[in-house]
Each structure stands twice: as structure tokens, then as C-alpha cells.
């Protein structure tokens, strides 16, 4: 587990704001938002994150059968808030055997989705064809949310994105087959809005697709 800020879009160590620079730098890609250590799955972690960021928190809620909350990060400053964050779960895939599912939601251009994906990114761009049908569908914060499958990720996941309340919205899931549970209508809860409800949530070891 990494214990300081790394780059979202490629895992690299970031320089803090100083005297030539007011933002955090990232060799490779410039001005970045930090992405924040990996925090293990607990209520009070959820809360942290959801206490400062400033783009939903989703969760499948309930969650399926089975599954469990497994971790959660985010890419922000104290100065910006959070600007992406991600929500990992566990639990057994449709087909059988342990599946992973991560919910990323980000501002255009910060580059977590597609770090996680195994895409080139930092968004998804024209694999988001709106002139095609959708591929999947998910209830976001109650509204139906059209989600595309992103080619080009790594074989062992299937990637889909959309946008839900003005912003990117990735779901990847271990392995492959696993994308099957998009296919139901999974309801998206935004944790911001959960209330007292947080407290239920079900929390698993942590997954190391997060530290990945």
C-alpha cells in the first residue's frame, strides 16, 4: 500500500505544490490530482472519503449477495477536494468463483478510470459512441445510466464507462465474465447521500486492484 500521494494516471511518486509549481507534478503527465493512499475497508475509511470529495461515491446498493465492500481512494487535495474517487467490492461472479468490481467516478481528465482499465487515457473518448446502443445500463442516484464497453483493456477484466451527474463513470470487473452483473440493472447508491446507511455497509479484506 502506498503511504503518499502517487500519480492517478500512472502510479508514479508526485511533487508537492512549492515555489515554482502551485499544483502537484507529476513527471510524466504534468499537473496532476494526487491520488491519495489506498485506505482498507472500514465505515470510518467510507467516511473520509466521502467527507471531502466533491464527485460521487458509488456503491452498488444493497449490495448483491455475498458481496462486500474491499477498499476505497481517491485523487484530490485538501485545497481541491476530491476529484475521483474509487470503490472496490468483492463477491461471488455470476458464473461462479470470486469476482471484483471498481466504481470510479471522475472529472474529465484526471486519468483513474483508465489507469485501472489498462487503457490508454486519461478518458474514455470515442469508446463512448452515443450513436450506438448502449451495453450495459445501471441505476445511478435513481436515473438510468447507459454504460459502453471500452475496448482495448487487458483480458482478464471487461471496462465499461458512461457519464452519471456530468462525469465519468468506469466499471471494471475481474474477470471478464464477471461483467455479466452490469447486465441486471446494478442500483448505484452516491455515499454522499447514504446518511446513517453507511454504517451497514458489509466490509472484506482489501482487494489489491486498488494497489495495483
Do not use: N
Not at 491519495?36 to 465505515?43: D, E, G, H, I, N
Not at 477536494?81 to 481528465?109: D, F, K, N
Not at 452483473?181 to 446513517?196: H, K, P, Q, S
Amino acid at each position: 500500500m502506498r503511504g503518499e500521494p502517487s500519480c492517478p494516471k500512472c502510479g508514479s511518486r508526485v511533487r508537492a505544490p512549492g515555489l515554482f509549481a502551485d499544483t502537484w507534478q507529476c513527471g510524466a503527465h504534468g499537473a496532476v490530482h494526487p491520488l491519495q493512499p489506498v485506505l482498507p475497508p472500514s465505515v470510518e475509511a467510507l467516511a473520509v472519503v466521502v467527507g471531502r470529495t466533491q464527485v460521487p461515491v458509488w456503491m452498488p446498493w444493497p449490495l448483491p449477495v455475498g458481496w462486500l465492500f474491499t477498499g476505497v481512494t481517491c485523487a484530490g487535495d485538501d485545497r481541491s477536494g476530491g476529484r475521483a474517487t474509487a470503490v472496490a467490492c468483492s463477491g461471488p461472479a455470476p458464473l461462479g468463483g470470486p469476482g471484483e468490481l471498481l466504481l470510479i467516478a471522475e472529472e474529465l481528465g484526471v486519468g483513474l478510470g483508465a489507469r485501472y482499465a489498462g487503457i490508454e487515457g486519461p478518458d474514455p473518448g470515442p469508446a463512448i459512441c452515443t450513436g450506438k446502443p448502449p451495453h450495459a445500463k445501471v441505476l445511478a442516484a435513481g436515473r438510468p445510466t447507459p454504460l459502453w464497453h471500452v475496448e482495448g483493456a487487458p483480458e482478464d477484466r471487461a471496462v465499461f464507462a458512461g457519464e452519471a451527474c456530468g462525469l465519468w463513470l468506469w466499471a471494471v470487473v475481474w474477470p471478464q465474465e464477471s461483467g455479466l452483473i452490469l447486465y441486471d440493472e446494478l442500483v448505484l447508491t452516491d455515499l454522499r447521500d447514504a446518511g446513517a446507511e453507511i454504517d451497514l455497509v458489509p466490509c472484506g479484506a482489501l482487494s489489491p486492484r486498488l494497489i495495483a
